[in-house]
């Protein structure tokens, strides 16, 4: 295995907003990050790609960087890249497509789970220490 390459030779991703700490630090041996909105003209004719979340990707965007190569939306569509602009600046576009959607399914499982269930306001009714006033929480509609 090659060993990692030096910081110059990193790949300079924009990103639109930080990163989770532990993804950057898995990261960091390999890319050098720079928010896309505090970037200054040396970065900005450097960065290779621009991580995106749902906000839109307008063609003014695209302009500011023209080193860019790739723009990756974080999202399962693309709807908020200008795909023309893209096109135009001879640029690939790609999505985490369906990447998040067993989580997302999960998430929204448990959301339901919650709701009906009211995790929420008996976790308050624990917290705030009405049990010992009015007993035990109902966890049942029976």
């Known amino acids: 295995m090659p060993p990692p390459p030096s910081s110059v030779e990193k790949p300079l991703v924009f990103l639109a907003e930080p990163l989770v700490p532990e993804f950057a630090a898995a990261l960091a041996g390999r ?7 505090d970037a200054d003209g040396a970065d900005m ?11 839109p990707v307008t063609d003014e965007h695209l302009a500011g960087f023209p080193a860019l190569e790739l723009v990756v939306g974080i999202s ?4 908020h890249i200008d795909l023309a602009a893209s096109r ?15 989580d997302s ?6 959301l339901v789970v919650a709701a ?5 306001a008996a ?10 006033a009015d007993g035990d929480y109902p966890l049942a509609s029976k």
Do not use: H, Q
């Open 31 to 37: 890319f050098r990050f720079a928010l896309a909105a």
């Open 88 to 102: 135009r600046l001879g640029l690939s576009v790609t999505n985490a497509d369906t990447v998040f959607a067993v």
């Open 105 to 110: 399914a999960d998430y929204a499982v448990g």
């Open 116 to 120: 009906v269930r009211r995790v929420v």
């Open 45 to 55: 004719t450097e960065g290779r790609v621009l991580l995106m979340g749902v906000k």
């Open 123 to 132: 976790e308050a009714y624990i917290r705030g220490g009405r049990w010992l």
């Open 76 to 79: 399962v569509g693309v709807d």
